[in-house]
């Protein structure tokens, strides 16, 4: 059974940071490229990062380059998204995902078939 658990949401100041985990489990994730995205309230889920397995390319929405950082631990099957320089409009349920297609980079919601449960993330101003 697929699985995909975050972890390391939490309040923090504007300015500040946090480290989001995703531990996948159930299938050969080093083959599929995983996805971060946040779903802020009375919004539509957006896409913020992405990350190939085994190049470790990666892929970031405009509004988070620069402050955000996707990796991953290849032996641990667990994705990271470093997120420094909060902003009150980084406040939002932050969720990992799982993409089973070959278009890179992948930025729409619909195409990753897998997620996890989300991480409440809340910068306060």
């Known amino acids: 059974q697929v699985q995909l658990v975050e972890s390391g949401g939490g309040l923090v100041q504007a300015g500040g940071s946090l480290r989001l985990s995703c531990a996948a489990s159930?299938?050969?994730?080093?083959?599929?490229?995983m996805g971060w995205f946040r779903q802020a309230p009375g919004k539509e889920r957006e896409f913020v990062a992405a990350?190939?397995?085994?190049?470790?390319?990666?892929y970031y929405a405009d509004s988070v380059q620069g402050r955000f950082t996707i990796s991953r631990d290849n032996a641990k099957k667990t994705v990271y998204l470093q997120m420094n320089s909060l902003k009150p409009e980084d406040t939002a349920v932050y969720y990992c995902?799982?993409?089973?297609?070959?278009?890179?980079?992948?930025?729409?919601?619909?195409?990753?078939?897998?997620w996890g449960q989300g991480t409440q993330v809340t910068v306060s101003s």
């Open positions: 995902a799982s993409y089973s297609g070959s278009n890179w980079p992948q930025t729409e919601t619909y195409e990753y078939d897998y």
């Open positions: 159930g299938r050969t994730f080093s083959r599929y490229p």
């Open positions: 990350i190939r397995w085994i190049s470790g390319s990666t």
